[in-house]
């Protein structure tokens, strides 16, 4: 059993949509195919990944290091012969050869995209979905199938207003979420409390169920200021108020704004993750940590952050939940049992949402159990850049 | 007045060394060239740069966002009119357009090592050393060209006992250093103890001249037993003794190690140093900040976090130098008054060392004031290489 190729292509968002601090327009990203020996109805298993959303492609990364990393390596030494599958902690390792310590996203991304299909692979090797043999090695709980989805929008874009705001925060409404995320700081406060204002008398917001993002757009200044501005609105999560690192602003922040921060999308280790929860002043299962997987070196680190968080008062269930709307995230969420999920419908082109037939039911999606894998099989204009990849 | 292009090409190391994290086999690095339109003695002026050494060569980046972002600039917007020369700020500001916050190291190598390439040709425009243009910009107190520099080096290799590491001490000592570090970590503590005292009984220790450096390579135990064993020895400094971004242990070694820690060229951001010096439990003008210029953005960028440290009590010129023993670390040490500089001699090949004629004298470094730009002239063979780079 092994790993016979590994390909990856980078591939464009073509995305004119803008948050606080950039537009998306030249963004790219990795796609990747995991080719293994293994047969599965009468053809090779690949597994497959995406790089996720706001890190460009790392192709040269993976084909000059990671992947000969892999390729190179003793078969056998990849394998965990009691599930006579990919062992994905010793592929992790093997990616990890050779790296200096710190300096995390130089690698964090490549590593991890490789590792998610590695897991895509694992799972359809073991014809069961991705959160299963997920839930089976890193979640003693069970795995968390019926999934709370929340939509990551409320984006600003050319000669959008208030009515198409509007307009797209009650199309998320129409498929069934019931939890929505709007972009703030990438217009002056007033604008953006106006703007608050007319999603919140959309939405209502009995059940907290608007949340807002300055994606680390803010000032220090302005993020107070934001913070003082936002706090009678009683809002699901304040995310990302200033620069990522900025544990000290973020201590502030949490002693003078009650209602629930949000951050760590772009912290990419258990190191700076650690780093938040000791000195960011976040407030266990009260506060909420953001982790990209496929971004953050994968599932298996992932894993390891959240049995970090053991023993610090965090619990994975209440506080912790993927970046990223898309089938890795939450599948990962889903086995590692989540707090919730993020869902970005139609935003990324054929990177974004789910199963093309995914239904949210008042904020739910229930994953299939009977799709092995993540399921990009499920996604007909992802699956088909993603096949060609591997076929030849 | 325009950059007309900008070349990049990856070198291998090539180098058999090892320290206690990984070896150096596989290592490579980029060399950058920037071409601009500005002519003096006849030919159009060329800056230089590499990526120092232990980040992987980070072409692809650099083609694929940063020179783009500066060749598609307007060139108008990069010049600064009161000094009829680049405008290194307004060079590194392009360069970070479309990136997110966070994530240094994805980014923070290939736009250091482009911007250091500007400052070898700003310095040229100007004809006048690198260390000059700098100090002008951002050191009123003066630049520092009578440089004490140190050597890195006990380096593991294979076969390599005590004689022919004293071999390698001795060596450094007949170049005119007096000021040494030798890596530990890489062998029992017992073994490097007794590597220790071997070197210590050559170079004795009443100047606090030898330095040891664990390359982040001890697990938080083990940097605890270092800790206790090396504390007898009155070390000039103990070198990153566990993980770069583990703050909270840096604050217990603080509080139980009273000679001076030394940490820093691992982290990439001035938000990064930020945190260290606020929750690493670093002390102000004893413990030494390590930061790599061409790794960490650049120039301006380190300027920035020295300005920072104003007011935290850290002083530039007894608390900071730069990682990379290099013309490069080497200039940008002495513009900015920083306490000493590394040195690499004969460690890296072509890429080790300074001006093929520097001349250490009683450990210190007088820097030419006739050769303009950063100097990579002097170094035949790096040279050699790079004026291939750009010419056609």
């Given at each position: 059993m092994q790993i016979t190729d590994i390909r990856e292509t980078a591939i464009p968002l073509n995305s004119n949509l803008r948050n606080a601090v950039f537009d998306f327009s030249q963004m790219t990203t990795s796609i990747v195919a995991v080719i293994t020996d293994v047969i599965r109805d009468g053809k090779p298993v690949v597994g497959y990944a995406f790089n996720s959303t706001g890190r460009y492609a790392c192709g040269a990364q993976m084909r000059s290091r990671f992947i000969p990393r892999i390729i190179d390596a003793d078969p056998d030494s990849l394998i965990d012969e009691a599930r006579d599958n990919f062992n994905p902690e010793a592929i992790l390792a093997a990616m990890m050869q050779g790296e200096k310590p710190g300096g995390h996203s130089d690698r964090s991304v490549g590593i991890g995209t490789i590792e998610v299909a590695v897991w895509d692979a694992i799972a359809k090797i073991e014809e069961k979905p991705a959160y299963q043999a997920i839930a089976d090695r890193y979640n003693p709980g069970g795995a968390k199938p019926d999934m709370f989805v929340y939509v990551g929008g409320g984006w600003y874009a050319p000669g959008k207003g208030i009515p198409e705001l509007l307009d797209e925060m009650r199309g998320y409404l129409d498929m069934g979420y019931t939890q929505l995320k709007m972009k703030v700081g990438g217009a002056p406060i007033s604008e953006d409390i106006e703007r608050l204002e007319a999603v919140l008398n959309l939405v209502g917001n009995d059940g907290w169920n608007l949340a807002v993002d300055a994606n680390c757009g803010l000032t220090p200044d302005e993020a107070r200021a934001y913070a003082g501005a936002l706090?009678?609105?009683?809002?699901?999560w304040y995310e990302?108020?200033?620069?990522?690192?900025?544990y000290a602003l973020m201590t502030e922040l949490a002693e003078t704004y009650e209602p629930p921060l949000a951050t760590g999308e772009n912290l990419f280790s258990q190191q700076d993750m650690r780093n938040l929860i000791t000195f960011g002043g976040m407030r266990p299962n009260h506060d909420v940590l953001q982790i990209d997987p496929p971004q953050s070196y994968g599932v298996v680190a992932v894993a390891r952050t959240i049995e970090m968080l053991h023993g610090t008062g965090w619990a994975v269930g209440s506080s912790v939940m993927p970046h990223g709307g898309n089938q890795m995230s939450l599948h990962i969420a889903a086995g590692l049992g989540m707090l919730l999920c993020e869902s970005y419908p139609n935003t990324f082109g054929m990177f974004s949402g789910f199963a093309d037939d995914a239904e949210i039911i008042d904020g739910y999606l229930k994953l299939d159990p009977d799709r092995p894998g993540i399921g990009f099989e499920s996604q007909a204009d992802l699956y088909e850049v993603m096949s060609e990849l591997s076929s030849n």
């Open positions: 706090a009678p609105y009683k809002l699901r990302e108020p200033t620069d990522p690192l900025d």
